[in-house]
Every structure is written in C-alpha cells, then in structure tokens.
C-alpha cells in the first residue's frame, strides 16, 4: 500500500462513477466479491502486491474472473486501473473507504455485534433498537465469541458499548483490587 490518500481518491472516484450511473449498491457488491476473493488466498494477495508480477498477468487474471465474480465491464476497468498504477495490492482499502461512503449515500450503517452465543430471533429486535437510536438502516454482522461469557458488545464505527459479563467482571475485579490494596 502506498497511500492511505491514494486509495482514498479511488474509492471517491469510483463513487462518483457509481452514483452518476445509479449503481451505488451494485458496485459495492461487486467489490465485496472481489476483496473475499483475495482475502481468502494469500497467494493472491502475494500476486497483486508482486512487484516482479507485471499488471497484464494481473489484468489477465481479472479478467478470467470477472465472470464468475460477475463484475460489470466498468468495475474490470476500475481494476485495470488501480493494476495499471501499481496499486492492485490497494484494493482491500479502497474497498472499505467506498463501503464506509457508499454506507453513507445508502443510509445504513455497519454494526458489529460480539455475544457468547448466536443472537437468534433477539437480532431483529436489536436490529430495531439500533434502528430507532440511529436513524439509519442497519447492517449486522455478528460475530460468536465464549470468551464474552454473557451480554454484548455493540460496535458502531468508533463507539464500542461493553455490555458483556466478562466485561463486568473485570470491572468488579479492579474495584476489588483497588479495595484491598487501599
């Protein structure tokens, strides 16, 4: 990665793009394709951040891929170009700055939800609450964690609300502490 600013002009660019053509959504998904794609190999990630691999072998490859990855003709440009800059190996942050903007555009917001168990039947109800708190569409990604022990943890981009068990205990903890050595 070279520049955090770089990445940052592309995913505007792409975005300008996308909302000129109504494609917001559409492009997001195609991109969300592509970086599970490369998220999941490492010797692709290995192959775009090549320096010796030259962009045609790189285009090349997209360009087998784009129709299994169903991309539109416009996102396989969108690659070239990023190939074509030597900022293939970019494609990962370009793809959470357009998420994090095409979020905002769309009305919805990421919420990472961490529990001790799956939620079930209680997502939707707290899909609802954080619906009504912030006003916008949310998207939950939850994530099972024992080591939580009990409660949640809510993450809204840089808010973070601890309400697991172990978070209490380690609270109760240090409160104890701090007893016995006064």
Known sequence: ???????KRYAAALLQVAKSENKVSDYLSELERVVAMERDSREL???L???VVKS??????FKAVAEKLQLSPMMLNFIYVLLD?????DLGLV?????DMADEILGQI???VTSAAPLGAQEEKLKSLLA???????LIVTKVDPEVLGGLTIQVKDLVFDGSLRRELERVKAAIVLKAVA
């Open 56 to 61: 045609g072998a790189k285009k090349a490859f």
């Open 49 to 51: 951040a090549s320096p």
């Open 132 to 138: 009504a708190r912030f006003k916008q569409k949310i």
């Open 45 to 47: 990630q290995s192959f």
């Open 95 to 99: 793809y959470f700055l357009y998420r």
């Open 1 to 7: 990665m070279k520049s955090g600013s770089v990445a």
């Open 110 to 112: 990421r919420v990472a």
């Open 85 to 89: 800059h030597d900022h293939g190996d």
